[in-house]
């Protein structure tokens, strides 16, 4: 589908803009629920000058129903998506503005936030609410009192999927948790993603705590603009040297959680995946957002979300890729 409706995302702006006011309890405040209606994108016919609209959505991608393929089989996850990011068009799209939970895919708004908010070299200290007790979450053994710079944290954070790492971030950038989430919430309203609400810095389970396929695009397709993220999300694995509350070394080494990022997916041939960000939990199932490139260099952005497990999370992605070359 060309991505030639721009009065879509003017409306959201606009949207976006009365929300701030505090004028009534909108969407986006309201817990999310497996019943919830979805609202996505539910547009009048408003007339808005196109002053407004052209500026706005000028690049960007806009879809407000299903974009099929005979060579996509996605019924094993509940959304998914393929943008076309040099010529604005969606090639693939699936229940792209159903609420669901992002897990992990949310430390891409967060790492965004703290990269256009935050300093690289700035010392992050750990609360005591970097202990997580959730089971499965992931975590990569801060405790409280160490001490790392925003650069080391933005590493685990986006390669190890640090829920952690993640509280270390928030609180260091946005002063406390309730701070920062008040961050990411702007933030995502600012880049159109309306039908979106966050309610923490990691994606663990929050029945206030969702995002849809394409507001997941609007905020990857914004992060990609900044270079220390791009260079982050390409990297297999990292190692740093971080200090505990008494000044005594802390060495960790960890890994890409993106199978294709470390060699163990492959996508079709005459694509490259650059890099991505993954997520899991019970309730959000098998999640994976990815920037990747053709053979002339163009860009994409490729998003599943709720798939049924790993396996059948990269079939499907491959998969989806494969439309790239098609």
């Known amino acids: 589908m060309k ?57 960007l991608c806009v879809v407000d129903t299903d974009v099929p393929s005979a060579n996509v089989d996605m019924s094993r996850a509940s959304g998914a998506a393929l943008f076309d990011l040099n010529h604005s068009e969606t090639l693939y799209a699936k229940n792209v503005h159903e609420k669901l939970y992002p897990a992990s895919l949310t430390k891409v708004l967060t790492a965004l936030v703290a990269i256009k908010h935050g300093s690289i070299d700035m010392k992050l200290t750990a609360s005591g609410n970097v202990r997580i007790l959730e089971s499965g979450a992931q975590v990569c053994g801060v405790k409280e009192g160490d001490q790392m710079t925003l650069n080391q944290a933005l590493h685990l954070l986006l390669i190890n999927s640090a829920n952690d790492v993640a509280v270390m971030v928030a609180e260091g950038v946005g002063g406390s948790l309730e701070g920062f989430m008040e961050m990411m919430n702007q933030e995502a309203r600012e880049l159109g993603a309306t039908n979106s609400h966050f309610s923490n810095p990691h994606g663990l389970p929050d029945d206030n705590h969702y995002t849809t396929v394409y507001d997941m695009y609007l905020i990857m397709n914004e992060a990609v603009k900044y270079q220390l993220f791009n260079e982050i999300i390409q990297m297999d694995s990292y190692s740093t040297v971080y200090y505990d509350k008494n000044g005594a070394e802390k060495e960790i080494s960890v890994n890409n959680t993106n199978a294709y990022i470390r060699g163990v997916a492959e996508p079709p041939g005459g694509v490259t995946v650059l890099g991505g960000k993954t997520g899991t939990t019970n309730a ?8 990747s490139r053709d053979s002339s260099s163009n860009p994409y952005i490729s998003v599943i979300m709720r798939s049924e497990g790993s396996d059948a999370l990269y079939e499907q992605m491959t998969d989806l890729l494969s439309e790239i070359v098609n």
Do not use: H
Request: with cysteine.
């Open 3 to 59: 991505c030639t409706n721009k009065k879509v995302k003017a409306f959201a702006l606009l949207l976006a803009s009365v929300c701030c006011t505090g004028c009534g309890k909108t969407s986006y405040d309201m817990p999310y629920m497996a019943s919830s209606e979805v609202s996505s994108f539910r547009i009048v016919n408003t007339e808005i000058s196109s002053e407004l609209a052209d500026p706005f959505a000028d690049s």
């Open 284 to 291: 959000a199932g098998n999640c994976l957002i990815l920037i």
